[in-house]
Nanobody
Framework: QVQLVESGGGLVQPGGSLRLSCAAS????????MGWYRQAPGKQRELVAT???????NYADSVKGRFTISRDNAKNTVYLQMYSLKTEDTAVYYC?????????????????WGQGTQVTVSS
């Protein structure tokens, strides 16, 4: 059994900051790319940022220069530092990871999602 557990969401005023964390636990051989997605009410889930196992990053245009994704491979954890938050950043934020798992002599990748954490930007 593996799981991704997010934390750090909450209510913040426009211009404020938040840091999200997502820790993977369970029987994991390695973790490929990790990322953050978000879904606002009535909208499709969208990519926010991703980071590969060697630290290459990719960001949505809407968050470039304001959000920073990072990871701690020793802790199987990915972070999203959010600065200069705007009301349009309000959404449920989901963690995603490609988890390398082992079954006997076979390795496979499992696409895993966290349960989501609410971020609300409002005055």
């Amino acid at each position: 059994q593996v799981q991704l557990v997010e934390s750090g969401g909450g209510l913040v005023q426009p211009g404020g900051s938040l840091r999200l964390s997502c820790a993977a636990s369970g029987s994991i051989a390695a973790i490929n790319a990790m990322g953050w997605y978000r879904q606002a009410p009535g909208k499709q889930r969208e990519l926010v940022a991703t980071i590969t196992s060697v630290g290459s990053t990719n960001y949505a245009d809407s968050v470039k220069g304001r959000f920073t994704i990072s990871r701690d491979n020793a802790k199987n954890t990915v972070y999203l530092q959010m600065y200069s938050l705007k009301t349009e950043d309000t959404a449920v934020y989901y963690c995603n990871a490609g988890l390398r798992r082992r079954s006997g002599n076979l390795y496979y990748t499992e696409d895993s999602w966290g349960q989501g954490t609410q971020v609300t930007v409002s005055s």
